[in-house]
């Protein structure tokens, strides 16, 4: 990736979430007229709630993003306005911790992006926003625990692919009552298709976002979900992003129709949504994009227990194959150069019992073709074999792999094997790809069983299929991973009767995934 955000423009962006002295402490929380006679700022500026993410042992990024108009731009004045902003220990904030002043400014939308630091680990905190006289709801986070903690356990959530117009995010209301310490979402947070008057809700706006006006719109309208912005503000979040974030199938810099989408014109489009996707997500400053660039893939520690690596399938990738043969091009690259080794370093040197990967797209083999013969999604890691098989060799050698994946609106959990193209071969790890939390909406489950129950003999390292809305839920411990699949009756209603679809368990030091 070329032309890095500097390090001293890194500094300016983050610098309004130092914490203030004593004398500037102060006068925090008084009354709206003793900080001066600035022009008040129209009613609901947040509107849009607060989120926090990315928890290190002494770290976490707070958010929120002025929008008194969230619809229509913001709503804001073209001027720099100052939040004040409270980190405590307690819900009623009689333990403050950590406080200050944020700069919300209107090239980034005036959100607000505090990376916090010196926390003690594995600790809940509350924190909330104030500016001209208004308080923002209060937000429940918590940090990572301590670097070398080996014991213990931690309770993920996986999310993907919430269409608006499919469906309400009601699986949201229950993934709040299974409170978890984190939530992964693997991509898709926005669709980037135009309005559609038969869709359970309609997108804002009259077509397709390309400009960052119109992505910053679709993100406001996808933030006011109230289960959406309830989850929010209970646990930290740790995002990545897909196509429909941009442009469905992009890959790199070439979007899905090139013919209909020059690539200058492409590039501005990159850029605003890059842009718009970091000003909407608790992210640090290092994904500040610069252009049509934005560093997304790192990595998180969660004591001894577990490394999660974020990887970006997206961005540079090279084009998709069109046939079997180009699906097996060793040239064809899913992750670049520079993030393959990045992760494969990550794998190797890893002290931790568990190695999670969050992948955007399935890796484990989907056959489509009933019989013999081979039928892949080229879009998925099965278009790019040779780098994902150059994995699966290295995860004989790493403990505990498993990959959180998203994009296919359907659960399919899988034993990852070491070579599909032989039935025999040792099973080298796990997969989970989380249904969709509302992308597909209510499926035809008789439908869906119709078409891929056929498939299954062709694909035996499937453990689990199925297309209801919902998400995974996994409580991590040093013996095991127990993974449930929440599914909800309906994305239709703005409510939604919650269950357990399935419960499954990863055994460490035994690579694969049984149904219990």
Known sequence: MTGAVSPDRRRFLTAGAAVLGAAASAQLWLPATAHGAETPLPDGVFSLGVASGDPLPDGIVLWTRLAPDPLNGGGMPDRVVPVEWQLAEDSRFRKLVRRGTAQARPEYGHSVHVDVRGLRPDRTYWYRFRTSGQLSPAGRTRTAPHPYSSGGSLRVALASCQNWQHGYFTPYADMLDQDP??????????????????????????????????????????RTDADLAAMHANAP??????????????????????????????????????????????????????????????????????????LDTRQYRSDQATSQAGAQDPSLTMLGARQKQWLLNGLQESPARWNLIASQIMMAETDLKVGEGKLWFYDAWDGYQAERNRFLQEFKKVRNPVVLSGDRHLTMIS?????????????????????????????????????????????????LLDAHRGYHLFDVRRDGIDAQVRVVDTVRQPSATPSTLAKLRVEAGRPGVEVV
């Open 181 to 222: 310490d984190v939530v992964v979402f693997v991509g898709d947070y926005i669709y980037e298709s135009t309005p559609s008057a038969t869709g359970v809700r309609r997108h804002e706006g009259t077509g397709e976002p390309f400009s960052l006006a119109q992505y910053r719109n679709r993100y406001a309208q996808y």
């Open 237 to 310: 979040f740790v995002v990545s992003f897909d196509d429909h974030e941009v442009d469905n199938d992009f890959a790199g810099e070439i979007p899905q129709d090139p013919d209909k989408q020059p690539h200058d014109a492409f590039v501005a489009r990159l850029t605003a949504a890059y842009q718009a996707f970091y000003e909407h997500m608790p992210v640090r400053a290092s994904a500040v994009p610069n252009g049509p660039h934005i560093k997304m893939y790192r990595r998180l520690e969660f004591g001894r227990l577990a490394r999660l690596n974020v």
């Open 415 to 463: 034993d990852l094997k070491e070579d599909y193209a032989d039935p025999d071969s040792a099973v080298v790890g796990a997969e989970f790809v989380g249904t969709s939390i509302s992308s597909n909406g209510d499926q035809d489950q008789a439908a869906f069983r119709r078409e891929w129950d056929p498939r299954r003999p062709d694909n035996p390292h499937w453990k």
